[in-house]
C-alpha cells in the first residue's frame, strides 16, 4: 500500500505561483507512473500531468503546459507539482496519484491520463486563484 499527502495548496493571485506536494509512505514511489489530477466545482475530475516511471518522461494537458511542472525526489519519497501564472481557471481541488511500478519503457511521454491507471491517490488540496 502506498499512502499519499497532498500539501502546499492555498490562496494566490492571478500570476502567482504555487508548488504542491505529494508525500508518500508505505512504500517506494520510485518507478512507478505518478500522476496530478483536478476537479473543480461543478466539472469532472481531470488530468493534468502525469510522470511516466518506466522512463521519467512527463505530460501536461494543454491548459497547463508551459506553466506546470512535475517532478519527482526519490530521496523524499515526494512528487511535487510546480504551478506558475497562475489563472482564476486553475482553481480547483488538486490530488496527486500513484500506479503499481510503470511497464511504459521507452515511449519517451507518459500515456496514464485517466483516473482508473492509478491505484492510490491522496486527499486533495485545495487551490483558489483569484482574479
Known amino acids: 500500500q502506498v499512502q499519499l499527502v497532498e500539501s502546499g495548496g492555498g490562496l494566490v493571485e492571478a500570476g502567482g505561483s504555487l508548488r504542491l506536494s505529494c508525500a508518500a509512505s508505505?512504500?517506494?514511489?520510485?518507478?512507478?507512473?505518478l500522476g496530478w489530477f483536478r476537479q473543480a466545482p461543478g466539472k469532472e475530475r481531470e488530468g493534468i500531468s502525469c510522470?511516466?516511471?518506466?522512463?521519467?518522461?512527463?505530460w501536461y494537458t494543454d491548459s497547463v503546459k508551459g506553466r506546470f511542472t512535475i517532478s519527482r525526489d526519490n530521496t523524499k519519497n515526494t512528487v511535487y507539482l510546480q504551478m506558475s501564472n497562475l489563472k482564476p481557471e486553475d482553481t480547483a481541488v488538486y490530488s496527486c496519484?500513484?500506479?503499481?511500478?510503470?511497464?511504459?519503457?521507452?515511449?519517451?511521454?507518459?500515456?496514464?491520463?485517466?483516473?482508473?491507471?492509478?491505484?492510490?491517490w491522496g486527499q486533495g488540496t485545495q487551490v483558489a486563484v483569484t482574479s
Open positions: 496519484a500513484a500506479g503499481e511500478v510503470a511497464l511504459d519503457y521507452g515511449l519517451g511521454y507518459c500515456p496514464r491520463h485517466q483516473a482508473s491507471d492509478y491505484e492510490y
Open positions: 510522470f511516466n516511471g518506466a522512463d521519467d518522461s512527463t
Open positions: 508505505g512504500r517506494t514511489l520510485s518507478g512507478r507512473t
